[in-house]
Nanobody, 114 residues
């Protein structure tokens, strides 16, 4: 059974940085694309960044140049380094792994506020 567990969220001031991590189990992690989505209150869940099994990445326009996604297949982890954070980045961030179906973690809350 696939499980995804996120960590690293918290409260940070505007302009600050955070690193999110997601640990996967129960899957041949290296074979699949993984990504980060976020959902703010009252808004739809949106893609933040995704990395393919081959290491190709894509980002939402709103985070391009500020966020970096990476994966460690040996450790079965995917990370999201977030810099120059803005209040509009505040949301619950979810890890996603795409096999035949989508698997989701429970999310980690990021709050950007002074």
């Amino acid at each position: 059974q696939v499980q995804l567990v996120e960590s690293g969220g918290g409260l940070v001031q505007p302009g600050g940085s955070l690193r999110l991590s997601c640990a996967a189990s129960g899957t041949w992690f290296s074979l699949y694309a993984v990504g980060w989505y976020r959902q703010a209150p009252g808004k739809q869940r949106e893609l933040v960044a995704r990395i393919s099994s081959g290491g190709n990445t894509n980002y939402a326009d709103s985070v391009m140049g500020r966020f970096t996604i990476s994966r460690d297949n040996a450790k079965k982890t995917v990370s999201l380094q977030m810099t120059s954070l803005k209040p509009e980045d505040s949301a619950t961030y979810y890890c996603n792994l795409r096999q035949a179906i989508d698997y989701w973690g429970k999310g980690t809350l990021v709050t950007v506020s002074s």
